[in-house]
């Protein structure tokens, strides 16, 4: 079981980063997948999400700015941010949508990336 997430840093406001997640066949086959992320003292949030199909869906906060694809030849989810503001600063996570995805009997998140907007 796999998910690991890459390509985060640290990047200006108005300045762009492309994450990348890796994910296991069982996990990424056939399910939709998606991009969360979480502050600290905040609940994890939804902010991309893209089904088998390409069918693709964003919360309002990054509608426009963001963009997710996936590679299903490659198991790899994408996220393509541009315009970014200091309130995206989070760890990002992929998982399946909806998640998260259930392994020996328990939630697995894998791997996040750090995000941090500052001048």
């Known amino acids: 079981v796999q998910l690991q997430a890459s390509g985060g840093g640290l990047v200006q406001p108005g300045g762009s980063l492309r994450l990348s997640c890796a994910a296991s066949g069982n996990i990424f086959s056939n399910n939709a997948m998606g991009w969360y992320r979480q502050t600290p003292g905040k609940q994890r949030e939804l902010v991309a999400a893209?089904?088998?199909?390409?069918?693709?869906h964003y919360a309002d906060s990054v509608k426009g700015r963001f963009t997710i694809s996936r590679d299903n030849a490659k198991n790899t989810v994408y996220l393509q941010m541009n315009s970014l503001k200091p309130e995206d600063t989070a760890v990002y996570y992929c998982?399946?949508?909806?998640?998260?995805?259930?392994?020996?009997?328990?939630?697995?998140w894998g791997k996040g990336t750090l995000v941090t907007v500052s001048s």
């Open positions: 893209i089904t088998s199909g390409g069918i693709t």
């Open positions: 998982n399946t949508d909806p998640g998260p995805w259930y392994s020996n009997g328990m939630d697995y």
